[in-house]
């Protein structure tokens, strides 16, 4: 897995790089999860959902570790045309159900999947990886209420809680810890962090017969490029040559 994640951090880049585009470390925060989910945890009847959208670049990059996009397909990246929008597109990908940015809107559509899955008496499971910043939507919230209330026990919600958004820290937004919200609706919730390969696998394969389940991840903003961690900024902006390269050789020293 850190072959497989030095790997994914420097195409990541340069997808972000040759596009010319940000939110790079919101992309880089959430890419252990996505490697880990997409390798180690999911099974081929199984369905990811990417409810945090501006991370499509991860995204795209797990699918090209996968061998499910190519060098070719990832050059359109942010192109006029493309599949690979800066948000993901549906209608294209059997990876892609849903088109998602739009923050509060991936939980839902994930729970509503779940739920026909398990009228269907279908063994499929549903993850769905929100931000943490986007718990501050309303909709988030009735979308739990639902999922816990029908026992979608074949629903995990994956947080990827960076703890910066897009005008500051969440502790400076809502400042009310995420976990201590979380840990009243009656699902199973385990907090790990989120770039620990073996703990977010064995969280992410727990069973749970009547439960949804939650994993919170501590995680960073930037993680791998020292520059970038923890920088609010880099929700924002694109690299310069110059700072693509000492990304680069950060990631390859990792």
């Known amino acids: 897995m850190q072959e497989l994640a030095k790997r994914a951090r420097k195409r990541l880049l340069k997808l972000h790089y040759e596009a010319g585009v ?16 997409h390798h180690k945890v999911m099974r081929p009847e199984d369905v990811f ?8 670049g991860a995204l795209y990059t797990t699918l090209w570790t996968q061998g499910k996009l190519t060098d070719d397909d990832l050059k359109t ?4 045309g493309t599949h690979l929008a800066g948000h993901p597109a549906m209608q294209w990908s059997d990876n892609i159900p849903f088109a998602t940015g ?44 639902f999922a816990v209330q029908n026992k979608l026990s074949n629903l995990t919600i994956v947080v990827d809680e960076n703890h910066l958004q897009g005008f500051g820290s969440t502790v400076d937004i809502a400042s009310v810890p995420l976990r ?7 699902s ?56 693509y390269q000492l990304a680069l050789q950060e990631v390859e020293k990792s």
């Open 180 to 186: 201590c919200k979380l840990d009243g609706f009656g």
């Open 102 to 145: 739009s923050l509060g809107h991936g939980l839902s559509d994930a729970a509503g999947m779940a739920l026909g899955y398990k009228i269907q008496g279908m063994d499929r499971h549903v993850y769905c990886l929100t931000s943490d910043g986007e718990w501050q939507e309303g909709s988030n919230w009735e979308a739990l209420i």
């Open 188 to 243: 199973w919730l385990e907090q790990v962090s989120g770039h620990d390969y073996r703990e977010l696998k064995r969280a992410l394969q727990v069973e749970s017969k009547y439960q949804v389940r939650i994993v919170l991840m501590d995680t960073v903003k930037g993680r791998g490029v020292s520059f970038m961690e923890n920088k609010l900024e880099w929700h924002y902006l694109p690299m310069n040559a110059e700072q």
């Open 22 to 37: 940000g939110h790079i470390g919101g992309n880089l925060s959430a890419l252990d999860a996505m490697l880990v989910l």
């Open 77 to 80: 990246f942010h192109k006029d």
């Open 49 to 56: 959902i990417l409810s945090k959208g501006h991370a499509a």
